[in-house]
């Protein structure tokens, strides 16, 4: 063999080695896709699919009673509606007059807001109603009638803990409500109620909230401590390893601790020490054959005081970024961070996408945030709408209202979880 044929024998066995690395690993890259495509619950992901469904909206209000103590945007009539939502409020002591400027988030299913002043003991001093993005003005009638009740509005965050694989699209691995409150001659403070309402898996899985955009020394978070998620806090932590109830994310913005492990915060442990996992609220009728069991919801609230009080004003829950973390394999120390869509990519506690964090960014999501606190789940297995070769199954499968109509088309069925499927949802 001469020096020539060598060299060139080996520069093709270099190159045939590189070529073929290559599309091994571009082979891998198209597998992954081909097989969130193949277990996927529908044919496609309409692009323009953000998998939100709120919309920003701001009204003012003018003409405020000088005895008013608090003005609040409502997503109904309370004098004739069920269910009615705080959509937005403040207290008349941080205005400077008589007009408020009320910034909010709205569901896709309103496309009109009430307005009403209430006095210091909750009584109803005016009342108007708008259409969204407008000015409001109180004309000093007093409404009249027995009004019912209204409650802060609340967000379901859902969530599937397989990522970055394919799981069976039931979004009950953990399911958390979450709304906020203005606290009460303390312009500085939202309340955020956080309900731990199922978990749907058998493994551990932690979970935090980033308050995105706020840095860690500008706000200072504690809890009520009549509840807790934390159960038992001299248990080694795997996961979510910081102690301290308020940390600062890889970016230095704030995040609350909520816990380590989702069954011990549901659930204390067993007798011999160990963790009692189930799916906890996800099967309809629960017992020991199936691993499925009834627990209340636990429910925790904390107090953000920002430095500023426009920040407190200003909140809104589309800022939170709520997400769980679960171990990658069954061994080892590889944590993956699951988000709702808009915060995918982000990583908050690890690095765990080492740089390779285009290579998930696709338009599937393992997180959805629905706006409503009433929303029904899917039971254990039940996905949560499918779109097959035209065939529309899964919890919410009603034409002209299914999740896969929204998914395949983010302009239509937005609505979609406003329609459960009977004996489909918990």
């Known amino acids: 063999m001469n020096k020539t044929f060598a060299r060139t024998l080996f520069i093709l066995i270099v190159t045939l080695c590189c070529t073929t690395a290559c599309i091994r690993d571009k082979f891998k890259y198209y597998g992954y896709e081909d097989e969130l495509e193949g277990y996927a619950p529908v044919d496609y992901v309409d692009p323009s699919q953000t998998w939100i469904l709120t919309k920003e909206c701001s009204n003012g209000v003018g003409g405020i009673p000088n005895n008013a103590e608090r003005v609040v945007l409502l997503s109904g009539n309370p004098f ?55 000015t409001i003005k109180f004309d000093g009638t007093v409404p009249t009638g027995n009004p019912k009740a209204i409650t802060p509005q609340a967000i379901k965050y859902c969530f599937e803990a397989e990522y970055p694989k394919p799981g069976d699209w039931d979004y009950n691995d953990v399911v958390m409500t979450i709304s906020k409150e203005i606290v009460r001659d303390l312009p500085n403070v939202v309340a955020l109620n956080v309900s731990l309402d199922a978990v749907g898996y058998l493994e551990q899985i932690a979970a935090a909230i980033r308050l995105v955009g706020y840095p860690n020394n500008k706000v200072t978070i504690t809890q009520n401590e009549s509840s807790t998620f934390v159960r038992e806090p001299a248990r080694e932590r795997k996961i979510l390893t910081q102690k301290e109830l308020q940390f600062a994310s890889l970016n230095g913005h704030a995040v609350i601790n909520l816990f380590d492990d989702a069954h011990l915060a549901m659930y204390h442990s067993d007798k011999d020490g160990n963790v009692y996992r189930r799916y906890f609220n996800t099967i309809e009728n629960p017992s020991s054959d199936n691993k499925g069991a009834v627990q209340p919801a636990v429910k925790v609230t904390f107090y953000l005081d920002f430095d500023d009080e426009n920040m407190a004003r200003n909140f809104q829950l589309t800022e939170l970024d709520p997400f769980i973390l679960v171990q990658y394999g069954t061994s080892g120390s590889n944590f993956w961070e699951i988000h709702t869509y808009p915060y995918k990519l982000h990583e908050v506690v690890y690095h765990y996408y080492n740089d390779a964090a285009q290579s998930y960014n696709n338009l599937y999501t393992w997180a959805i945030p629905i706006p409503d606190g009433d929303f029904r789940y899917p039971l254990e297995g039940e996905p949560m709408g499918m779109m097959k070769n035209s065939i529309v199954s899964g919890s919410y499968q009603t034409i002209g209202h299914s999740f896969g109509e929204w998914v395949m088309d983010a302009t239509s069925a937005r609505d979609w979880y406003e329609y459960p499927a009977d004996g489909a949802v918990y």
């Open 80 to 134: 004739t509606d069920d269910g009615v939502e705080i959509l937005a409020e403040v207290y008349t002591s941080v205005l400077a007059g008589q007009y408020a400027n009320l910034s909010f988030v709205a569901p896709p299913t309103i496309n009109k807001v009430y307005a009403a002043a209430l006095g210091e003991n909750g009584e109803y001093l005016a009342f108007a109603e708008s259409a969204l993005n407008a």
